[in-house]
């Protein structure tokens, strides 16, 4: 824009909207991944971070990561294939009134 070799109309208006941009640095693991990831859980399910922010963090986008698990798990069920735990099977039954 500066050099005029970009012509983008409504730039000076709203110059805000074109330069805005969000920045994670990487997370980098430290001396126990496994910890790492822990702790990253329970920020997750404590609402001190999003899902979002953590795989950003990492260089992933939410949304792709997400329209890839829900592929593989549909993909997964077609087949009749169970890998890991299920999520489900880990909390208690609701009470029977």
């Known amino acids: 824009m500066l ?6 109309p409504g730039y000076e208006r709203n ?3 074109f330069i805005a941009c969000s ?4 997370k980098w693991d430290w001396v126990d ?5 822990k702790a990253e ?3 997750i399910d404590a609402g001190l971070k999003s899902r979002t922010q953590a795989l950003a963090e990492r260089g992933y986008d939410a949304e792709q990561v997400d329209a890839e698990i829900a592929a593989d798990r549909e993909r997964e069920q077609r087949l009749g294939l169970t890998f890991g735990s ?7 039954p609701p009470p029977t009134p």
């Open 33 to 37: 991944p496994l910890k790492d990831a």
């Open 3 to 8: 050099s005029g070799a970009l012509d983008i």
């Open 23 to 26: 920045w994670l640095p990487p």
């Open 15 to 17: 110059r805000a909207a």
């Open 41 to 43: 859980i329970e920020q």
């Open 86 to 92: 299920d999520p489900s099977q880990l909390l208690p």
